[in-house]
Nanobody
Framework: EVQIVESGGGLVQAGGSLRLSCAASGFTFDDYAIGWFRQAPGKERESVAGISWNGGNTWLADSVKGRFTISRDNAKNTLYLQMNSLKPEDTAVYYC??????????????WGQGTQVTVSS
C-alpha cells in the first residue's frame, strides 16, 4: 500500500522559513519523479516543484524560484521542500505528489494528505 505523509507545515511570519518533508513507502521511491503542489483557499491546486528520480533534474514554479529548494534523499525515501523568504501568498495546503511526469507536472499517481502552511504578514 502506497503511503505518503507530509510534515513540517505550520505558522510563520513573512520572511521566515519552513522545511517540509514527505515520507513515502509502499513503492520503489527512487524509481519515480516526485514533487510538491499547493492549494490556497478558493484557488485551484498548483504545481510548486518537482524533482527527477535521482535528483538530477528539478523544476520550480516561477513564483517560488530563488526562494524554495526541492531535494530528495532516496536512502530515506524522503522528499523535502526548503522554503525561505516566505510570503503571505505562499499560504496554502502543500501536497506531496509521487510518480508524476516531471516535464509537465501532471499525471500524478499518488497524493499525500497535505500539510498546512500559513504565512502571516
Amino acid at each position: 500500500e502506497v503511503q505518503i505523509v507530509e510534515s513540517g507545515g505550520g505558522l510563520v511570519q513573512a520572511g521566515g522559513s519552513l522545511r517540509l518533508s514527505c515520507a513515502a513507502s509502499g513503492f520503489t521511491f527512487d524509481d519515480y519523479a516526485i514533487g510538491w503542489f499547493r492549494q490556497a483557499p478558493g484557488k485551484e491546486r498548483e504545481s510548486v516543484a518537482g524533482i527527477s528520480w535521482n535528483g538530477g533534474n528539478t523544476w520550480l514554479a516561477d513564483s517560488v524560484k530563488g526562494r524554495f529548494t526541492i531535494s530528495r534523499d532516496n536512502a530515506k525515501n524522503t522528499l523535502y521542500l526548503q522554503m525561505n523568504s516566505l510570503k503571505p501568498e505562499d499560504t496554502a495546503v502543500y501536497y506531496c505528489a509521487a510518480n508524476l511526469d516531471l516535464s509537465t507536472m501532471r499525471n500524478v499517481r499518488s497524493w499525500g494528505q497535505g500539510t498546512q502552511v500559513t504565512v502571516s504578514s
